[in-house]
């Protein structure tokens, strides 16, 4: 038998378009190419996530517990759903009036004296020179002084940027499990991990008792680490707005979090665990760390994503004094308006202007094809190679390079190999970084020119899902990747709809960008390619095989065992719709495991052989082989 295979048995998590799993994030994208029963079904699961209305027996309710039937709620709702959805003026925070600290001098003229008042507790531990102190009776101080001192005065400032990709409207990690000091991006980690694992359809427990404790891992973490008010941005903030730094800041805010509390707190492991960084190209460099250890033999379970919310002040003032965000100004002089469109901010390989800034938590669960046959793992597609490639000599941090003409040509060429060039000339398609910049449109579409012309391409579909969601840095790969599986189950590549027109400078001789949704059900769909770029010159690029040619691959590697494994598969899919129905109305069953009993150290068993852990069906043993035997 060849090589394992890493196949994935589950995703979830959720972005700007909704749920991850059973496809809705991915159904919003091509609400209208749906039919009417799959857009109700849509729209009526983003309004129970939303908070909007609840199960109500075998009805909906509103917030004024008004009785509605499904259909009622997506007529009612739809133009408030369509609107908490995808790229929208930010609500996370007012972009209109952010707070900030003005530093101000006051001085004295001639012989006058500065008088002020403050509570006791409010005085500074050392106080500047040439200050005079008077107790008051009512528990303040005065102050005197001739000298001239500086004040910090609350402000606010306008953002230049107002557009982003938040999670819907009305929807709360925080409100999900009990998440008590957690930072909004750990929040979302525990609830995309968890979304993925339930889609599996699959017991937790089952999938331990069949692999060793450490043939599990987890590849999880974030790009800037977890920045909002529990995390790093209060641990930054808190002593410069006049709170305490508490003691949870400072580990919270670690990008290996995601990683961390995944494997404690919702899958109770001890195997390994992976926080690999690479600007917005992390995604795949945790999956791919996944995908070498599987296919090595080292992992047989892996479960795989990251989780950012990066849409803060401090984020967004940042990416914009680069340049590299749509400001409103620059959107209304593109369309000639005083106002601007958000809606629309977001246009990869069109006249643009920026990026959009957004917040997304996305998970695979991926498995070596011997165990998705073993235990009846329905099989969503395989992910054979990531590769990561770097610039080299760059102009500049954010300037592209060569490395993506290395990941991204070394991809076409693995796919190849594995299925074939008949499935890579006809039957495959791009999901480009398409970042919504301008020079993204011009170097990433050279780039996929170049790469038709060599591997003799035609007609080659590239889709951009930043237009959608926006941007979400670690979890970016993520969400294109989510799409890439949804267009497998339905065959529509979304259309790039926040443009009218792709650009002049748009290399488009052998590529097609669809405007509209592009309807492939005649040509069949069977490889991906997922593809990404960094600051810094982290490029990766991942092929993705379609669940219909990997069923082909599967039957053909374990002819006598596969009928049995379709017959296990269809109690898999019960039990995942069981979850997905649950889901569609927000009862996510999120697992967070914290205070549950530890492991009993005094009765774990150490031989020369191997480590026995309480609570787990098989141990741990060594390689007894040595690989440097010749040495």
């Not at 730094?245 to 961390?260: E, H, I, S």
Request: contains cysteine; hydrophobic residues 40%.
């Amino acid at each position: 038998m060849g090589k394992a295979l890493p196949v994935v048995v589950g995703f979830g998590g959720y972005n700007a378009a909704g749920r991850s799993s059973s496809f809705q994030s991915y159904r919003r994208m091509i609400l209208e190419s749906l039919t009417e029963t799959e857009q109700e079904k849509t729209l009526v699961g983003l309004g129970c996530l939303m908070g909007l209305v609840k199960r109500s027996g075998d009805k909906y309710s509103n917030m004024e517990g008004k009785s509605l039937t499904a259909k009622e709620v997506a007529r009612c709702y739809r133009t408030a759903i369509l609107d908490g959805t995808m790229v929208r003026k930010i609500e996370l925070f007012n972009p209109d009036k952010v707070v900030e600290h003005k530093k101000i001098e006051i001085s004295s003229r001639d012989d006058d004296q500065i008088i002020f008042a403050l509570q006791k507790k409010d005085l500074p531990n050392h106080l500047p020179d040439g200050w005079a102190i008077d107790e008051l009776a009512d528990g303040r101080a005065q102050i005197r002084t001739k000298n001239s001192s500086g004040f910090l005065v609350e402000s606010y400032h306008e953002l230049m940027s107002k557009a982003a990709g938040q999670l819907p409207t009305g929807f709360r990690p925080a409100e999900h499990y009990n998440s008590r000091f957690h930072p909004r991006g750990l929040q979302m980690a525990i609830l995309g991990a968890s979304d993925a694992l339930h889609s599996t359809g699959l017991d937790w427990k089952e999938i331990l008792d069949n692999v060793r404790p450490d043939e599990i891992g987890v590849y999880s973490s974030s790009a800037l680490s977890q920045i909002t008010e529990n995390g790093f941005g209060g641990l930054l903030q808190s002593r410069l707005r006049g709170n305490r730094t508490t003691a949870k800041q400072l580990p919270l805010g670690l990008n290996t979090m995601p990683a961390d509390f995944i494997n404690a707190y919702v899958l109770g492991s001890v195997g390994h665990t992976e926080a690999t960084t690479g600007a917005c190209a992390t995604f795949l460099y945790v999956l791919q760390a996944a995908v070498r250890d599987i296919r090595s033999g080292r992992r047989r379970v892996a479960i795989v994503g990251n989780a950012e919310a990066g849409v803060t002040p401090e984020i967004s003032e940042g990416f914009a004094n680069m340049g590299a965000l749509a400001s409103d100004d620059n959107l209304c002089k593109l369309d000639g308006t005083t106002v601007p469109n958000h809606r629309t901010a977001s246009r990869p390989f069109a006249e643009n202007c920026g990026f959009v800034l957004s917040e997304s938590t996305q998970y695979l669960i991926l498995m070596d094809d011997a165990l998705a046959i073993e235990l009846g793992a329905d099989v969503f597609g395989a992910i054979p190679e990531v590769f990561i490639n770097a610039d080299g000599i760059k102009k500049s941090v954010s300037a592209p390079g060569v490395g993506n003409y290395i990941s991204f040509s070394k991809a076409v060429a693995a796919a190849t190999r594995v299925v074939g060039e008949d499935s890579v000339r006809n039957h495959s398609f791009v999901h480009a970084h398409g970042s919504s910049t301008p020079a993204n449109r011009r170097t990433e579409s050279t780039l996929i020119d170049r790469i038709a012309k060599t591997f003799d391409l035609y007609d080659w579909p590239i889709t951009a899902t930043k237009s959608f969601v926006g941007h979400s840095l670690s979890a970016a790969s993520g969400d294109q990747l989510m799409s890439a599986l949804g267009t497998f189950r339905y065959q529509i590549i979304p259309g790039i709809k926040t443009i009218k027109e792709v650009a002049s400078d748009v290399f488009q001789e052998r590529a097609i960008f669809p405007l509209d949704d592009f309807n492939v059900s005649d040509r069949q769909m069977h490889i991906a390619f997922i593809n990404s770029k960094g600051f810094g010159g982290n490029n990766a690029t991942a092929v993705v095989v379609s669940p219909i040619r990997l069923n082909l691959m599967l039957k053909s590697r374990y002819k006598e065992k596969f009928d049995r494994y379709l017959l296990l598969r269809e109690r898999t899919r019960c039990k995942a719709e069981e979850y997905s129905i649950r889901a569609d109305f927000a009862e996510l069953d999120v697992i967070y495991r914290f205070g549950e009993p530890l492991i009993d150290e005094s009765k774990i068993s150490l031989t020369p052989d191997g480590v026995g852990i309480p609570g787990f069906s098989q141990d741990v043993l060594f390689d007894t082989s040595n690989p440097w035997e010749d040495m």
